[in-house]
């Protein structure tokens, strides 16, 4: 009776995790989706106890490592080689445009490669970590100044934590959860996406399970013990040049030195340990010095995006708010902003959340063995940056608690098996045959193609992906050598063309202060994705190319509008305008100021802020 029950409990978790879904719930009218978010909610918990209390794992069914066989190898080898392809393929032509949070990391590799600039944290613009410059002025020698050179980065990392990840949960675990962990990663749209964008943050995932690789292997080591920990330590110091949500991941090794399965070795171990950790010391040393000099760069970005710091409601409020999202950014609903996730959908495939739901109630009821403590643990530590941080949930700030999350979702997947197989194997083989075909088809879909698909018109610009940037930078690059590039800084947008253009034009940023070359022909390209135009207004002050041609008697020669459709927010049909052209030629005709100089002026416009 025990074992019907929680096959019927089983299979109401699935149910009801799925009626719970927001894309499922936009299918019925509000009145029927209030009933059926109450039963479903009722039934998932109802579930959730009585799964509770019977999820208890034998020792004939333990999670234990054993040995690698050749088909393990060769399955793991054909799962790489996958995951490798996914992150490349169209790499720099998926989607067109090149987002300015992306451009940056170019910029800053240009300063360290062509300036000589060696930061070892870069406090300009919003300061931030440096080692993605680094890695992407190094790729810049192969692949020239380039989206790829920018996305590559990602991508390879993206392509190395899959081997890592693999060899840390096969060092502690069976083959069965490390096979099915890493299978969860390779088609992860989560993983997929900040593999293949310039975000600095898919770092920390490599530099994580690693790390935690490393750290494991020399607990089971004898010859080798010494060289594991040191590099563990170096491994872990050089994530803190990464990204911010990094810096709380000292913790997650900490629990896993409790854990039951490695404590009793720690104190055998401790000299080895010891000088892991002071190899991770000597290489965070620069980083801790800088931040002892400038209090200020390690405080900023925190300060700016904590949760308490916007909004009339209390600290402790906001917080536990903050955290029902960010907890159910899994299975629920995910991230808001188009260019970290598919239309707010949750993080993990709707094939796998109800298993990641086990899978915690699994450990929760097994938490004295080995690692069950230990992944809830690294699971909610990593959560944190993400619950005390504004506009959750915001997936690069939780990006740290993937690695748990897919581990937790594979023990769940095997004990959902074991537990169908008692009554029924080949319902439990069609099982597993449907959600692991549902995992990687959700996968491919949403992080390739349906991906690229919203990051199109009129949704890009609303993400900074804009194909007329790229346009303008071809059409400059046309231009090469005989004119000389000005850019107009709006914003943060002015990055794309700035990086896009800098291999064929040494373009120059124009301001008040700029010192304007008369000798032959300037262009001068006016980004923006503002309305209002800020820089066109009538007051000098902030109307930095009024400003700049009135004083020097400059002469507008030519005025070429590059993009004048305008795309609504609202998703509406674009419409062209032609306000921009107009208000340009009515201010600046040719030859109203005249003193020789001839420029040419290109507007790139973005968004409508109607």
Known sequence: MSKTFTLFALAALVVSDALLKSYIKDFFEPSVTAILFSSSLIILLLASIWLLQHLKVHEQ?????????????????????????????????????LWFDEAYKGLDAILIREKGETPIFLNWNVPREPLVAYLIAAFSHFAGYTIFSIRAVEAFAGSLTLLFFYLFVRTIFHRHVALLSLFLLVFSKYHLIFSRFGFRVNLILLFQSAALFLLAKAFQSNRRKWLYFIFAGILLGTGFYTYIAYRIFPVVILLFL???????????????????VGFCALIIAPLVLFFAQNPGSFTYRMNQVAVWSQGDESAVLQTAKSAVRSVAMFTYQGDPRQRHDVNREPALSPFTTAFFI???????????????????????????????????PHFPRSLGTLLPALILSAMGMISAYRVIAAGSVRAAKLLAIVVLMGVS???????????????????RF??????????AAKLVNQLGNRCRIYLSPQLFFHAS??????PD????????????NKDGVAVVLLV???????????????????????ERNLRVDEIRVLAGTTYPLDGSAPQTDNSLLELLKERYPAGKILEPGPFTVFLVEGISHR
């Open 462 to 471: 609303s993400s900074g992906m804009s194909r007329v940037e790229t346009d």
């Open 61 to 97: 069914d333990s999670f234990e490592a054993t040995n690698a066989s050749k088909a393990e190898i060769l399955i793991v080898a054909g799962l790489l080689l996958a995951g490798i392809s996914l992150r490349f393929w169209r790499l720099d032509s998926l989607y067109d445009g």
């Open 358 to 392: 086990l899978g915690c109630l699994l450990a929760a009821r097994n938490l004295k063995r080995n690692y069950a403590l230990f992944l809830i643990s690294y699971l909610l530590i990593a959560l944190l940056p993400g619950i005390l941080s504004i506009d959750t």
């Open 505 to 516: 034009s040494k373009q120059e940023l124009f301001t008040p202060q700029t010192a304007f």
């Open 258 to 276: 409790m854990d039951p399965g490695v404590k009793g070795k720690v104190k055998k171990n401790w000299k080895p340990l010891v000088a892991g």
């Open 441 to 459: 088809f959700t996968g491919i879909n949403d992080a390739l193609f349906r991906y690229s698909y919203l990051l199109d018109t009129p949704y």
């Open 528 to 550: 923006t994705r503002d309305r209002d135009l800020w820089w066109l207004r009538d007051d000098d002050g902030k109307n930095y190319f009024h400003w700049w041609t009135k």
């Open 497 to 502: 063309v700035e990086f896009l253009t800098y």
